[in-house]
């Protein structure tokens, strides 16, 4: 029995609440200059700034 392969992370939508609670956590991480949010050709991209990469807990 073959099993079909999984989704992309970013074509799996998930239900509306746990969406909801992800938005939540971008904008306070966007807030608190960890993270920002830019418009690319592809779509919404979420990336560490500066800040973000040299948070241990968040960057390398």
């Known amino acids: 029995m073959s099993r079909s392969p999984a989704l992309p992370l970013s074509d799996d939508p998930s239900p509306r609440r746990d969406e909801t609670l992800l ?23 979420f990336a560490l700034t500066p800040l973000g990469r040299h948070t241990p807990e968040f960057g390398t």
């Open 23 to 45: 938005m939540l956590d971008l904008s306070r991480l966007i807030a608190l200059g960890l993270v920002e949010k830019r418009e690319e050709p592809q779509g919404v991209v």
